[in-house]
């Protein structure tokens, strides 16, 4: 069959349209998908450095755009800040240009005008000679910008070039870029607000360590001290129940083993009239038991001297000898000994006089004694000696002990007490944190989203809306038949149940991406979010309605029950979120009144309609 010129000139109009049509879907098809993955950014960049780089990236895959930039603007200010840069020439030298150089050149001539510009060699050149822009960086071949806005203040421009003379960006780049740019500042937006709050969170928690940490310390000190009191009330003990002075030393050797390194120890007491040392107690991995010896210049006598606690280790012994204070090898002087490496002593007092020393020692070389364990030494001496005097003295000895026993255990018991006080309190504040967080934002009882957060998500929705009407939004408000009867027959707890397994259907009814919320009693909404039109909403209705229409097993009895839904379409003659909402209540009692089960679409009438029953009442 042969067409006539009229037919062909139809057929070739039809395929142009065709061609046309292929040609937008795929734009679309394009476009859709980068904001898909700035969505994916959003959600998963926590971290300014790592977003910008991103952006690049994505935008990289779909334009001509080895060369990027992102100018963050300040209108109360009109300060400029560079947020990323990308240039395949002038990389290394914008380190050394001001942001505010950024006003004079093609981005501020962006942000005087609030229009995207396409700009090449030509007009770049005529806009100089104008005095409309002053040349910047490297001189390419094609110049595309944009401005960034928030609602509707301009925050930035975000810009792409390239040095190539054969490639020219053209409007469908344009329209392309201005889409990513628009969805830009919200991913920009949500990741400020992530890293801010991992910011906080992280603060918090080295606020938290740092509290720890004082915590830890505070413990520690505490369990040494109770440590000490707990030898000292031994100590106390001992000089009461001991049979004689050898099991007294003894025992008092096993307590001070508790406390340090005493592998090797020994008593040193003065005759009566001061001219030699006894060692009533002596023990040494490599000695024999000392034997009685004339006052000589041992460590011992340099300790009765000072009349003071001392710790010598190998230079301080060495430094001693030198100044004649000390002879080394006092222990046995009739066989060459074996050198301490540390030595530990501190003295015993009766009324304020010397009348022995108490001593440790180490061989290692590897060990030494601190200034703490002679502090613990220091007062370890001062009860042996009081050991020492309880034949002297000892009703005064026992109204001591009765003193010291009634103040450590009043001490252990209040440090005890505090420690855990402190360990309660920081678990309580952690768990009081974490419930009050989620209270503010969750409904208890069933674990979807409350009034609160379901509208503050509705009004960042609706803004998103008014700066990109493209993306479809649609509200469905339910309500449940049959709940008041059911919570009134079968118990509160029937209805709670009811009310939680309600919960579960919708949300599997519902996308991934949908906010599905509980306002209160038996009434729940789902936001429906990126609608490719008006029958998105009519099927997941009609899966909801399908979902609660399924018999309800609960706790061993079957409720049947349904749910009437209504369904608010986003129009640009919205004012606010809060008018969405009172459609899509409308459209539900309109769909009661048909008869429950159904959903039904908002449409002006049933708002009056819904005005005029209220009105009846």
């Known amino acids: 069959m042969k067409l006539n010129g009229s037919q062909l000139q139809l057929i070739k109009a039809k395929a142009r349209r065709l061609t046309t049509l292929i040609s937008r879907y795929k734009q679309a098809y394009t476009i859709q998908g980068a904001l898909l993955k700035l969505s994916e950014l959003a959600s998963t960049i926590s971290d300014m450095r790592e977003f910008y780089p991103a952006i690049h990236k994505m935008v990289s895959e779909l334009l001509h755009a080895e060369n990027f930039y992102v100018v963050l603007y300040d209108g109360t200010t009109e300060q400029y800040s560079l947020q990323y840069f990308s240039d395949e020439k002038d990389q290394q030298i914008i380190k050394q240009v001001p942001s505010s150089s950024f006003s004079s050149g093609l981005t501020g001539y962006v942000t ?31 110049w595309m ?28 780049e344009l329209a392309m870029f201005l889409s990513i740019g628009g969805h830009t500042v919200t991913a920009l937006d949500r990741v400020k607000s992530r890293e801010l709050l991992e910011l906080t969170v992280q603060e918090r928690t080295q606020q938290l360590q740092l509290i720890n940490q004082s915590l830890q310390k505070e413990i520690k000190e505490r369990t040494n001290a109770e440590r000490l009191q707990a ?3 031994e100590i106390s003990e001992l000089t009461a129940s001991s049979r004689d002075m050898q099991s007294f030393y003894k025992a008092m050797h096993k307590v001070l083993a508790g406390l340090m390194s005493a592998d090797n120890c020994y008593i040193a007491l003065l005759n009566s009239d001061q001219t030699k040392l006894t060692f009533p107690f002596y023990l040494d991995q490599y000695s024999p038991p000392a034997r009685e010896r004339p006052i000589s210049r041992g460590f011992t006598e340099y ?17 001693l000898a030198s100044e004649g204070e000390i002879r080394r090898g006092m222990a046995d002087p009739m066989q060459r000994a074996r050198l301490s490496s540390c030595w530990l002593g501190a003295p015993l007092l009766i009324d304020q006089r010397v009348i022995g020393v108490i001593a440790v020692q180490s061989y290692d070389n590897a060990y030494e004694y601190t200034e703490q364990e002679l502090n613990i030494l220091r007062f370890v001496s001062q009860h042996i000696g009081v050991a020492i005097q309880r034949k ?47 209270e503010a934002n969750h409904d208890l009882l069933t674990g979807l989203a409350n009034r609160q957060m379901f509208l503050e998500q ?62 209160g009693g038996d009434e729940f909404v789902v936001l429906l979010q990126n609608l490719q039109g008006e029958h998105d909403a009519e099927d997941i209705a009609q899966r909801i309605i399908e979902k ?35 459609d899509a209540d409308a459209a539900m009692y309109h769909a009661k009144a048909l008869g429950r089960g159904r959903y039904a679409i908002f449409q002006d009438k049933m708002r009056d309609q819904m005005l005029r029953a209220l009105g009846a009442e």
């Open 231 to 233: 030898a000292l009330y």
């Open 145 to 172: 910008g944009i401005p960034l806005w928030r609602d509707e203040q301009l925050i930035g421009v975000m810009a792409i070039q390239t040095y190539d003379s054969d490639y020219r960006y053209g409007d469908e």
């Open 303 to 319: 300790v009765i001297r000072c009349a003071e606690a001392r710790l010598i280790n190998t230079d301080a012994a060495e430094q």
């Open 458 to 519: 509705l009004k960042r929705q609706f803004a998103l809306y008014k700066r990109q009407p493209e993306v479809g939004m649609a509200l469905l408000f339910l309500d449940l038949d049959r709940f008041k009867l059911i919570n009134d027959t079968l118990g509160h707890h029937i209805g709670d149940a009811f009310l939680i397994e309600t919960s579960k259907r919708i949300l599997s009814a519902v996308r991934e991406h949908d906010l599905a919320a509980r306002l």
């Open 548 to 582: 609660v229409r399924e018999p309800y097993y609960l706790e061993g009895q079957q409720v049947n029950s349904g749910v009437s839904i209504g369904i608010a379409l986003m129009q640009a003659e919205y004012g606010n979120g809060e008018q969405l909402l009172r």
């Open 392 to 438: 002297l003295a000892a009703e005064k000895q026992k109204q001591h002990q009765e003193e010291l026993e009634r103040k450590v255990f009043e001490s252990t018991r209040e440090l005890r007490q505090t420690n855990l006080f402190l360990r309660l309190q920081v678990e309580e504040r952690k768990k009081a944190e974490q419930k009050l967080f989620y």
């Open 112 to 142: 005087k005008t609030r229009q995207p510009l396409l700009c090449d060699n030509k007009q770049f050149n005529a806009m100089l000679a104008n005095g409309d822009i002053q040349a910047q960086g490297s001189e390419c071949t094609h």
